[in-house]
């Protein structure tokens, strides 16, 4: 079974700070992603990987960076937390052609106050 | 710019029914549709991928129709259980890019 973890299930930090959310995969994909999720909005990409070092935006990029040091690993950061970015972060990761499945970890509620 | 629709939003229906749960999309032009479950405060469970090429998915109860010209997919469950509670959720692909696509979910209760 493809298992894709995150580092946290829930996670409370003050508006500025600096945050990481870690996702982990442990089935050799090439591909990574992470979305947000908000009520009202659904799901929508801020960023995917399609291997190591490489990165491309996606939907909402604003306020956030990633990094891509293993092919297993694929974190999110938010430089300075704001209020706004208060949400569901959820990673997925899939291998390197489209015709295959995403697969989802379990998602990280983050609240920013 | 495609669209995903998923319609109704919610639906609540008695243990042991049959239901189908629609989506729609406005460019045909996709690669695949995949179909995901989603519980409360939790992430997303991969049901079923559907080729671009492939008219049907099964696994166990659940049946996924795809209908490209007419741009219409459906998730079928048999014997509906209180355990297939949750929000379902489309998405498409398009073609070669890896980038889905969500629509907006049926949230499903099914009552004892």
């Known amino acids: 079974d493809v298992k894709v973890t995150q580092s946290s299930r829930y996670l409370v930090k003050r508006t500025g700070e600096k945050v990481f959310l870690e996702c982990v995969q442990d089935?050799?994909?090439?591909?990574m992603f992470w979305y947000r999720q908000d009520p009202g909005l659904g799901l929508r990409l801020i960023y995917f990987s399609y291997d190591v070092k490489m990165k491309e935006k996606g939907d909402i990029p604003e306020g956030y960076s990633v990094s891509r040091e293993k092919k297993e690993r694929f974190s999110l950061i938010l430089e300075s937390a704001s209020t706004n970015q208060t949400s569901m972060y959820l990673c997925?990761?899939?291998?390197?052609?489209?015709?295959?499945?995403?697969?989802f970890g379990p998602g990280t509620r983050l609240t920013v106050t | 710019k495609q669209e995903v629709t998923q319609i109704p939003a919610a639906l609540s229906v008695p243990e042991g029914e049959n239901l189908v749960l629609n989506c729609s999309f406005t460019d045909s032009a996709i690669y695949n549709l995949q179909w995901f479950r989603q519980d409360p405060g939790k992430g997303l469970t991969s049901l079923l991928l559907?080729?671009?090429?492939?008219r049907e998915q099964t696994s166990g109860r659940l049946n996924a129709s795809l209908d490209k010209s007419s741009g219409r997919s459906t998730l079928y469950i048999a014997a509906s259980q209180p355990g297939d509670s949750a929000t379902y959720l489309c998405a498409v692909r398009m073609d070669s890019s890896y980038k889905l696509i969500f629509g907006s979910g049926t949230r499903l209760l099914v009552r004892p």
């Open positions: 997925a990761s899939s291998f390197g052609t489209p015709s295959y499945e995403q697969y």
């Open positions: 089935m050799d994909h090439e591909n």
């Open positions: 559907i080729q671009s090429s492939q």
